[in-house]
């Protein structure tokens, strides 16, 4: 059984920096893409980063392109790199993963971890 378990958030002003971390368990997990969706209030889920299981190609929402950077340690070990944050950047960040062979990245997961707070400051 896949279980995903998310680590970093916290408070931050305007502009700084916030590195999240996603830790996974289960078997095969060399075969799963992972990435990051985001939610805040009253807003819709929000695609933020993927990264495929080789950890060799990625690809990002535009809000965050240019800011954020997804990276991938090993199999179940991912992290995302958040430089230059807004307060349109404060949402609950969700890390997800499924089996996905192909080398461009998905943009939607099976798996879900319960997500950690970041909140960007004005």
């Known amino acids: 059984q896949v279980q995903l378990v998310e680590s970093g958030g916290g408070l931050v002003q305007a502009g700084g920096s916030l590195r999240l971390s996603c830790a996974a368990s289960g078997p095969f997990f060399s075969r799963y893409a992972m990435g990051w969706f985001r939610q805040s209030p009253g807003k819709e889920r929000e695609f933020v980063a993927a990264i495929n299981w080789r950890g060799d190609r990625t690809q990002y929402g535009d809000s965050v392109k240019g800011r954020f950077t997804i990276s991938r340690d090993n199999a179940k070990n991912m992290s995302l790199q958040m430089n230059s944050l807004k307060p349109e950047d404060t949402a609950v960040y969700s890390c997800?993963?499924?089996?996905?062979?192909?080398?461009?990245?998905?943009?939607?997961?099976?798996?879900w971890g319960p997500g950690t707070q970041a909140t960007v400051s004005s």
């Open positions: 997800g993963a499924r089996v996905w062979l192909d080398s461009t990245p998905p943009v939607d997961f099976d798996y």
